[in-house]
């Protein structure tokens, strides 16, 4: 089974309220050359629009991989709010 198929049986519940956040873009734009968190997340939660990155937070699948690989440590992830995220089916 593939990643794509594994992350298909997952469920969301989307809240307007994003529980991740770009800290300050600058780094992002300025130095940081990898981009590592749009190759690191297996869900496609950040991706490049020109020179702007978009984070699609519905998408998180609450893993902290990007966390983990950003090297500004740019990204502040909080657990969402109660009832809403990722719900795995599964184990």
């Known amino acids: 089974m593939s990643l794509e198929d594994k992350l298909g049986l997952l469920t969301y519940k989307s809240d307007t309220q ?5 800290v300050s873009p600058k780094p992002c734009i300025e130095i940081c050359k990898d981009k590592p968190c749009t190759t690191a997340c297996p869900a496609d939660v950040y991706r ?3 020179d702007k990155i978009i984070v ?3 998408n998180c699948i609450e893993c902290g991989a990007c966390r983990m690989v950003c090297p500004f440590d740019n990204i502040a992830c909080h657990w969402p709010r109660g009832g809403f995220g990722v719900k795995y089916r599964f184990g």
């Open 18 to 22: 994003a529980h991740i956040h770009i």
């Open 48 to 50: 490049w629009e020109g």
């Open 56 to 58: 699609s937070y519905e």
